[in-house]
């Protein structure tokens, strides 16, 4: 590994981090707190980063599926899997949101950490912008995604997905209800700068 990387550690989870790919900060750990998975279960770990919630769901989860659009991201999420011995229980895929995954696979639940901060066109050119830049209004990604996850979402089957208060999140309650999902907030944190990180849960 680069002496570039950094180390993450989360309860008993250690994750190298590269330099190209996002480093959980305050949503990632809010999220990981309030992670909750059936044993048994099958996961879809959207936009995985470093892997930190994927892997963190495998140790109940039956498998997991990590995806993401960076393909540093891809095998730094690899690489923690096998650092926390959690490896043999995922499987991992570079695309963007639900291109690479087969019509008919469904999930026992679908987390996403989504990029939602209001940005410039220009800042999601990176492999580092793809991680939390959500266009003008910061909804580009998060509406795509509410378009397509319920498809992929067995009965009973839940959505987790973190965002922020600057990229309007009454709207994708609306979007998930309009869905046929039923929604709630599960947990809300207060950042500096006016803003708040919300754990939104969709379920069936």
């Known amino acids: 590994m680069s002496s570039r990387n950094k180390k993450v550690f989360f309860v008993n989870y250690a994750f190298h981090v590269s330099e190209n790919v996002y480093e959980p900060s305050e949503d990632s750990f809010l999220f990981a707190e309030n992670l909750v998975v059936k044993k048994g279960g099958i996961v879809l770990?959207?936009?995985?980063?470093?892997?930190?919630?994927?892997i963190i769901a495998a140790e109940k989860a039956a498998g997991v599926v990590a995806v993401?659009?960076?393909?540093?991201?891809?095998?730094?999420?690899r690489e923690n899997a096998e650092l926390?011995?959690?490896?043999?229980?995922?499987?991992?895929?570079?695309?963007?949101?639900?291109?690479?995954?087969?019509?008919?696979?469904?999930?026992?639940?679908?987390?996403?950490?989504?990029?939602?901060?209001?940005?410039?066109?220009?800042?999601?050119?990176?492999?580092?912008?793809?991680?939390?830049?959500?266009?003008?209004?910061?909804?580009?990604?998060?509406?795509r995604?509410?378009?397509?996850?319920?498809?992929?979402?067995?009965?009973?089957?839940?959505?987790?997905?973190?965002?922020?208060?600057?990229?309007?999140?009454?709207?994708?309650?609306?979007?998930?209800?309009?869905c046929g999902l039923r929604t709630s907030i599960v947990v809300k944190c207060a950042l500096p700068f006016f803003e708040t990180v919300v754990l939104v849960k969709a379920e069936r």
């Not at 770990?45 to 994927?54: A, E, S």
Request: charged content about 25%; some cysteine.
């Open 84 to 143: 926390n011995g959690v490896a043999d229980k995922m499987f991992f895929v570079w695309g963007d949101l639900f291109a690479p995954i087969k019509m008919g696979e469904k999930f026992d639940l679908i987390l996403f950490n989504a990029p939602y901060l209001p940005s410039e066109p220009s800042e999601n050119k990176s492999w580092l912008g793809c991680a939390w830049a959500g266009g003008v209004a910061g909804r580009q990604v998060i509406d």
């Open 45 to 54: 770990d959207m936009g995985t980063g470093c892997g930190i919630l994927g």
């Open 145 to 178: 995604f509410i378009c397509e996850a319920p498809k992929y979402l067995k009965e009973n089957g839940r959505v987790l997905l973190v965002q922020s208060t600057l990229s309007d999140v009454d709207e994708t309650l609306r979007r998930f209800e309009e």
């Open 68 to 77: 993401d659009i960076n393909p540093h991201a891809v095998r730094c999420a």
